[in-house]
């Protein structure tokens, strides 16, 4: 009995010594839920069957997943990251990311200009954030971003508390001003205030806010509302027309220190290509960067799809990605204090 | 009156059970009950889906090694425990329960800065580690009952009878001791499977357990598969329950008999 | 003895280094964007002074202490069920339900209230998923089982002679109650409330799903300056605090030895 139980402790002292390794695998950040799953469905496994490598995932949100880069600089636990166009500032001015080589990026060539965001950044896809709700709990329709200040949404709204840079362009919008001069808009956001019931901190938080209708009106992305359509929740997404949906791009960046960086380009032009640009667009039913892509007729015109120029300038409002960058952590800091609290 | 008190309070107890073994079953990503029919595609799902196998898998590891480890020690002390001075072995005893004070995150954080320093946190070194400090105060506490309720004379008649120390413990102690050290055994077994707030400060992507992968997939999807994932846990654990009850009588270890 | 205590102690040793560290991380200076710290200093106890800090700490003292209220009376007659029942069968069932859930495990247990109070079976008149009174009941179910066990190995204490000369000199099942079970009780009602109290202080994982951001209990705030921010100096202060004040309260109790899972 005492020979077993020895035998037992070793075998257990052992166990530790197996150390979890992972196989010679791409990893790729990305936020979950949806989004990972269309990034492997579409992205990754094609990626695997033509090099053979497999692609894993650190899921996480936009600022939880750069904390923990600026906490593996130098040593990354990722290879590729997928982040907004402003936060991937944030990776740049921390030196987290490495200059994309577009020598090994042929398909960026087909890509729209806006899409190059900076020498580290990629565009992959590009949506709006604009008002979601649904019509059968809210009968008058909306159809403009002031009618968010109706009085009948009271207790109605929802919207994300990680980045108000949508709503405080609205309200700055709405007073005359802008981006940089977005004080002028505080006085209309706190107005806005007794209307808010929730926010919320992750996508999913944000869809079950819908479904279970304690938040039936929200500030949402366009690829977010459409899922929830693809689940079979009816809800509308408003093209507003007092201001434009407030445009978004997420970037794809190879990451500084990466042992990987020959892998992560081919991953990085593969998403480029018409082929994947299209699929991509039909899954997330979202904007593609390459205008090769074909965008199914039943999408043209719908908000967050650009494919024109001058659809990018009538439907999208594009918040300067610097200025953005820059006044994100006093917005956040203003709006957590006098809206969120 | 009692009887009817008690009754709705067992539904409360009960009902949010009942609510997800019924949404588990429906076919479509909304949550709803009743469900509008019956399907298995979210079961499929938690088995096909690879962050669960591979949580499975060090859920399996971690707990098997915690056990492993957990037990014998245990068991050790609380002989040791009974064989010393009633004073001494209270003070003991309080040091050996202590851990189960210490509110999860403290202890979460506490591990993850010794395993960061010691750059340990790749492996499942600190997992094991932390999960057998966690459930050593359980195999204490249960086996310590067991050990109590002995009768010493047995073993010293084994002795007076020409038995070796070890030959007494082996044959007499040990199997006197079973019905406690099983209990010992499943409250270990429990507490590490389902053990989360530690694990989710001190695991990685590729180290965490399957309380912490489920979490993780609540934060980030809204389709009913971890209440497919949620039913077998709770099919699982009704099973070991009432099994555990009517072999080792729970009751007995909870409350006093008159 | 000592021998065979050795190798628990060796683990119990472990432990405290891990908690030593912690200690030792509270007064170390944090540098924002890097696991480095600086030198020795006490801003991060006096972080938690700050207005939106103190909140949470307010606000998990008022959830613990509604939490502990109505987890003593709504498992009271449950409790009492199961220590005089004279059925070896329903007593069997009762234990059964009571410990199951249990041993299901934090998530489980709170993504079922995230089904029950996302509306899933009736639609609330007010919205309980992601607001205080829904992780208030999901933090009242989670420490049920606890205090039915401890309340009913007390009640079984208790000898049911005493409650049967009461009613024979003619006290009404109430005034027996009032007067002869409930005062008898009482230990049992202490130590289950203050474990009760303890506990939820430190609870974690219901207020994290049910609380969907906007509640924030210690614990809570723990993870988002460790985990989010990285800020392991300022999670540890505030770990320290909850550490102190669960020790002393547990310890004002003497009770160590409860049947239970730990943080809900």
Known sequence: MLARLVVASLLALCLPVATAHAQNSLVVSVWGGNWKDTVDRVIGKAFTAKTGMPVEFEVGGTIDRLAKARVAKGNPLVDITFTTSHVGRLYISDGLFAPLDMARLPNAKETAREALRSEYQMGGWSYVYTIVYRPDLVKEEITKWSDLWRPSLKGKIAMPDFDPSHIITIAALMEGGNETTWQKGQERLKALKPSIVAFYSTDAQSQDLMKTGQAPVQVMLSVNGYHLQEQGIAVKLVQPKDFPGVVGIDCMSVMAGTKKADAAHQFINLALSKEIQTELAKALKAGPVNGGATVPAAYHGQPGIFLTPAEWKERAYSINDEVRAKNLPAWREWFTANIVK | MLRLAVLALLAFMTLPTVVVVAVSFNPTAILSFPPTGLSLRWYVNVVTYPQFQRAAWNSLLVTAGAVALAMPIGTAAALGLARGRPRAASLWATVLLSPLVVPGVAAGLGFLIVGAALGLLRSRSVLIAAHVALVLPFVVRSAWVSVRNLDPTLERAAASLGATPWRAFRRVTLPLLRPGLLAALLFAVIVSLNEFVVSLFISTRLTEILPVAMFTYVVNYTDPTIAALSTLFIVGTFLIVWLADRFLDLGGVFLHHR | ?264
């Open chain 3, 1 to 264: 003895m000592r021998l065979l205590l050795t190798p628990a102690l060796l683990v119990v040793a472990v432990f405290a280094a891990a908690l030593s560290a912690l200690l030792r991380y509270s007064v170390l200076e944090f540098v924002p964007g890097s696991l480095q710290t600086g030198g020795l200093t006490v801003a991060n106890f006096t972080g938690i002074m700050s207005r939106q800090y103190l909140g949470a700490v307010w606000d998990t003292v008022l959830l613990s202490l509604a939490t502990t209220a109505l987890t003593l009376v709504a498992s009271y007659p449950v409790a009492y069920a199961l220590a005089r029942t004279p059925s070896a069968r329903v007593r069997s069932a009762l234990l059964v339900l009571t410990l199951a859930p249990f041993f299901t495990g934090a998530i489980v247990r709170t993504y079922a209230w995230m089904l029950v109070l996302g509306n899933t079976v009736v639609t609330w008149p007010v919205p309980m998923l992601f607001t205080p009174r829904g992780v208030l009941v999901g933090l009242v179910h989670f420490s049920m089982p606890t205090m039915i066990l401890l309340l009913a190995a007390a009640i079984s204490h208790i000898d049911p002679a005493y409650e049967r000369a009461a009613a024979s000199l003619g006290a009404s099942p109430a005034r027996v109650f009032r007067r002869v079970t409930l005062p008898l009780s009482m230990p049992g009602i202490v130590s289950g409330s203050v474990i009760v109290f303890a506990w939820t202080l430190s609870a974690f994982a219901t207020p994290e799903l049910l609380g969907g951001g906007r509640v924030k209990m210690i614990a809570n705030v723990v993870r988002d300056l460790a985990l989010d921010s990285f800020n392991w100096p300022g999670g540890a202060a505030f770990a320290v605090v909850a550490l102190a004040v669960t020790m002393a309260l547990l310890a004002g109790v003497g009770r160590l030895t409860a049947p239970a899972d730990r943080s809900p």
